[in-house]
């Protein structure tokens, strides 16, 4: 699954998130007995969209290890009609192969004498008991049933997805969510063979997992009945039918039909996903040396859709945002968003759907396999859309999200459904997939390709755990990959590499666990200190050297250099740690930063830094030096990275009359950078365009006067007539002016940009206005823009993050958090089974002693599912925050009046 999205408007603002699809709070520990296997299930599913509801039909083959007189499985929100079980032999079983026609069990004829169950629900654990008179023998049992339910509004099981024209039934398991469409066993390690049938409308058609073999009138007037073949054995969370009147474009790649499907209005934006595709599946054909699994390969927006994206086993279901784009005007921002996020769920194929973590505790199986592998196909494609970059502006995020107080192993415990949600995070995601990729850069890419071969081929269609994986990559490459990895997986945390002057030999490094907090970092250590086993490579004036240090090892070899040595002590900008060096080796790394650095290292050496700010082991003052020294970068990412940390800097240390004083700076030093760029031209590079862009940002966040009212005249232009954007502008620069003018914008503009809003026929569009709307910071039209988020007229797939936009900003976050407290009850209303975590989590980014006992409070009375631990770490960022302000902004205030003589 998918759960990092871009919100912008044309892609300037960016945010990462966890989607996680939570159960209700409270819910206990849910694993189902052990001596039942499901093997195959038959479903007929009848969805009524007029009435919100469908019924459905079952058999399910199961083996009993003993005999019994219960059967236990998943069941949630579910009414049961009749329930029953036959004894077959064992010659009655006989499914059809993958992708041919299924022949189907007639357990009556079987057994003639079925017993009647007596069903027991329990809510709390989302389970149902068949209990029966007789005991069952051990072996093979079918279970016959006849059960309803509700297409719910929730964006979870089986659901309603909506647009202006009509309904759509549309189906989001993962993780623990098929018990609400059918009743199962609903445990990823628990695999069985499907062959699905959807009976729908006269003019409707299904989508399912399988390719179609049979659409037969029936079994009512107006109706039809879909049948789809054998699936492979697969997880329940895996499965999906979707129904409505979706158009599809389609195409192949090595002989793979693909179509990618949408409702009837947007089938023209589906060209690019569908060659996005095509590539992707090639790459992966070919890297992994294991074919695409299934028959077929379908692409499906859904105008109602939580995640990113869902990797159900040859069904990938999107929100349309992550799939529609328009192949020859869409911006570059918009097509890489679509390219990875195809990536990422096509790589679950392999990743996930064909070989699947045994439990929940090992997600990381497959959302950091899919992380780590979503840019590689497309880098590949696009190499001139520097996605090294973004991965290393990624890393970044993560060590910060991992080093804060509250954190976890990437592998933890996970009973429960409000736990397992939470499992589904930055952790699960981004660490998870940096440590793949620092391990892959240690080996090299064949080595580990070659090890991730055979892994998959080793567990095909089967479960793994962690140890199958680094144990395969061990062996392949006979080098301590285990203690890598473990020593990553198992403990939580940044390691921070800390050099010291060189010696005969090398160069002497402390390894220690790194914290944002300073109290933290400074606090005297208690009990067992983590240590890493870590690959370090090396970046010399020569070849980069890269050695694994393990626990108690203190120095890493350097060769005898001409003058002062130069090393920067994480090439490639791959290594899932921090770096601290003592002023003379930074002096160097510094100078020779533009001329040996790349910029995905340039990345890393901006985000060490800043971190060491927060930290309290260096002065902000000095970091903006290092700003000022980068600020001709040429790469947009570099200045990205810096241009996000002085926005920090800005909002979290700086008084009112710092920030007079900062912009003064910036305008002063940033100002001629910009000008020197010069206006857009034809064919110029997608870098230099998002350079351009970046600066112009900056400068208008100064308050640039010359940039104000540059923004105004290209806003007018962008929204002139009935046109959003007048396509002969540059799409970097008309971003970075909406941006620019929407923070200084009006209720005329506000009007505007509302309008958009409202228009469905391009959901990015649409989705970037709804965005821009939580820009606006006069007071009134923040007002609006909140009694918009509670009217629900705004989707609940997007009012969330409007909300967290406006509680993230300096200006906006006290008029929204008052609202919010004063409104709860119809701004949660609006909220999805998840986004109330992210809501909590945007509160971490408020400052003051007052605003944290708020919040402790105010979620202790008000308790939001599945945010345990975002509460907690909201609170240690305000803390952090807090700590910050009172250590550097004196020391902020020296450095801007020493820039003022």
């Known amino acids: 699954m998918f759960v990092r999205h871009s919100v912008s408007f044309f892609s300037v603002l960016a945010s990462a998130f966890a989607l996680f699809l939570a159960s209700p709070v409270g819910v206990q520990a849910q694993r189902l007995p052990p001596e039942v296997h499901p093997e195959h299930y038959g479903l ?23 005999p019994s007189k219960r059967i236990t499985l998943n069941a949630a929100e579910l009414k049961f009609v009749e329930v029953k079980a036959y004894v077959l032999p064992v010659a009655a079983y006989s499914y059809g192969k993958l992708g041919s ?5 007639n357990p009556v004829e079987a057994d003639r004498h079925p017993q009647t169950a007596t069903v027991t629900l329990d809510g709390e654990k989302e389970q149902a008991t068949f209990s029966f008179a007789e005991e069952l023998p051990a072996g093979r049992v079918t279970l016959a049933i006849r059960y309803s339910g509700v297409l719910n509004d929730k964006l979870r099981g089986f659901y309603l997805s909506k647009t202006k024209a009509r309904n759509y039934a549309v189906t989001q398991f993962e993780p623990t969510d098929a018990r609400r469409a059918f009743p199962g066993f609903d445990e990823p390690a628990l695999k069985a063979t499907y062959d699905i049938a ?85 790459y992966y054909d070919t890297y992994f040396g294991i074919k695409y699994p299934m028959p077929k390969l379908d692409m499906v927006a859904l105008p109602d859709f939580e995640a990113g994206a869902m990797e159900n086993f040859g069904c990938i279901t999107y929100r349309e945002t992550d799939l529609l784009v328009n192949e020859k005007t869409g911006d570059i921002p918009e097509k890489k968003r679509v390219a990875t996020v195809v990536a990422h769920e096509m790589a679950h194929q392999w990743f996930g759907d064909m070989v699947t973590m045994q439990w929940w505790d090992n997600l990381w199986l497959n959302e950091g396999f899919a992380t780590w592998m979503e840019t590689k196909p497309a880098a590949a494609w696009h190499p001139e859309w520097n996605f090294d970059q973004d991965d290393a502006q990624g890393l970044n995020e993560t060590l910060n999200l991992d080093a804060q107080r509250t954190t976890r192993t990437i592998r933890a415990t996970a009973s429960t459904p409000d736990e397992i949600n939470e499992m589904f995070d930055g952790i699960a995601y981004g660490k998870a997939g940096a440590v ?4 892959e850069n240690y080996l090299g890419k064949e080595v580990f390709r070659q090890g991730v071969h055979n892994y998959l081929q080793a567990h095909l269609y089967g479960n793994a755990t962690a140890e199958d994986f680094w144990g395969a990559q061990t062996a392949n490459s006979h080098l301590p990959v285990d203690k890598i990895m473990s020593s990553f997986v198992t403990q939580p945390g940044v390691p921070l590499l800390t050099f010291s002057e060189r010696q005969a030999g090398g160069v002497p490094v402390g390894q220690s666990r790194f914290f944002l907090s300073a109290e933290e970092m400074n606090r005297p250590v208690a009990g067992q200190v983590p240590e890493w086993t ?44 921090r770096t601290a060096y003592i002023p003379a080796q930074l002096s160097t790394i510094v100078t020779k930063a533009e001329s040996s650095m790349t910029p995905s290292e340039r990345i890393g050496l901006l985000g060490d830094r800043w971190a060491l700010v927060q930290s309290g082991q260096a002065d902000v003052g000095d970091f903006l030096n290092l700003i000022l020294a980068l600020k001709e970068d040429s790469s947009a990412a570099v200045l990205d990275t810096a241009h996000q940390q002085i926005q920090k800097i800005d909002s979290e240390i700086a008084s009112d009359e710092d920030r007079a004083a900062l912009a003064a700076v910036l305008q002063r ?35 640039d006067t010359a940039v104000l009212a540059e923004a105004k005249l290209l806003t007018a232009r962008v929204f002139a007539g009935d046109k959003v954007k007048d396509k002969t502008l540059d799409s970097a620069l008309a971003d970075a ?12 503009l506000y009007d505007k940009v509302l309008a958009v809003s409202r228009n469905f026929s391009d959901p990015g569009e649409q989705t970037d206005a709804l965005q821009l709307l939580a820009r606006f910071r006069d007071p009134a039209l923040v007002r609006r823009t909140l009694d918009l988020i509670a009217s629900g007229e705004v989707r609940n797939q997007d009012s969330w993050a409007m909300l967290t936009v406006l509680l993230r900003e300096r200006v906006s976050r006290d008029e929204a958090w008052e609202y919010m407290r004063q409104n709860w009850e119809k701004v949660s209303a609006q909220f999805t089974v998840s986004s109330g975590a992210e809501v909590v989590g945007a509160t971490g980014s408020f400052c003051t002693v007052e605003q944290r006992d708020q919040v402790s409070s105010f979620f202790t009375t008000h308790k939001v599912a599945a945010a345990e631990r975002t509460l907690a770490k909201a609170v240690d960022s305000i803390n952090d925050c807090i700590k910050l302000q009172t250590v550097q902004e004196p020391k902020l205030h020296a450095w801007l009046q020493g820039q003022a003589r």
């Open 436 to 439: 793949i990729g620092m391990v």
């Open 737 to 748: 002016a909406v941006q620019v003018s929407a923070a200084n914008g009006d209720a005329a």
């Open 669 to 703: 030093q940033f100002g001629p950078v910009y000008s020197a760029l010069g206006s857009p031209e034809k064919k110029e590079p997608f870098d230099r365009r998002q350079l351009r862009g970046t600066l112009f940002e900056l400068l208008g966040e100064a308050h």
């Open 198 to 282: 959807v009976v729908v409308d006269s003019g409707d058609t299904a989508i399912s997992n399988s390719n179609m073999i049979s659409d037969k009138a029936g079994p009512v007037a107006g109706k039809h009945t879909i049948r789809f073949a054998t699936t492979p054995k697969m997880s329940s969370y895996l499965v999906a039918f979707l129904v409505g009147d979706f158009k599809c474009t389609e195409g192949k790649s090595d002989a793979v039909p693909i179509r990618v499907c949408s409702t009837p209005d947007k089938v023209e934006l589906t060209r690019f996903a569908l060659e996005s595709a095509k590539y992707v599946l090639h």
């Open 101 to 105: 026609q299924p022949k189907p069990l």
């Open 534 to 577: 870590v690959p370090v490579c090396l970046k010399t004036n020569g070849q980069p050297i890269c050695r694994v240090m393990t626990p108690g090892e203190s120095s890493v070899p350097q060769p005898v250099d001409a003058g002062m040595p130069f090393f920067y002590a994480n090439a490639g900008a791959k290594g899932y740690y």
């Open 44 to 66: 007929t599913v009848t969805p009524d969209l007029k009435a919100a509801s469908f019924s459905g039909e079952e058999t399910i083959d199961v083996a009993l290890d003993a």
